[in-house]
């Protein structure tokens, strides 16, 4: 079992920054790929951004260039330092990672851009 805990949301006005981090424990073995998901009111949950245990990351096009994913193995941790945020990125973001093919998630974190 993983358990995903995930902080650092909030409340923030267009153009302003934001750092997610998402802290892993449990069954640390062979975690692989790690994310952030955004689910938004009323849409689907989307990939904004992944990074493999070798440190491949790969974005949304919506948020390449604003976005930056990274992971400190030693410490668990994979963080998602958001800039120029948008109104469009407000939703509840989610920590994701796949250990032997299962899939955990965390309990979500809220980010709200104002305009």
Do not use: H
Request: charged content about 15%.
């Amino acid at each position: 079992q993983v358990q995903l805990v995930e902080s650092g949301g909030g409340l923030v006005q267009a153009g302003g920054s934001l750092r997610l981090s998402c802290a892993a424990s449990g069954s640390m073995f062979r975690i692989n790929d790690m994310a952030w998901y955004r689910q938004a009111p009323r849409k689907q949950r989307e990939l904004v951004a992944g990074i493999t245990s070798g440190g491949s990351t790969n974005y949304a096009d919506s948020v390449k260039g604003r976005f930056t994913i990274s992971r400190d193995n030693f410490k668990n941790t994979v963080y998602l330092q958001m800039n120029s945020l948008k109104p469009e990125d407000t939703a509840v973001y989610y920590c994701n990672a796949v250990r032997y093919g299962l899939s955990y998630w965390g309990q979500g974190t809220q980010v709200t851009v104002s305009s």
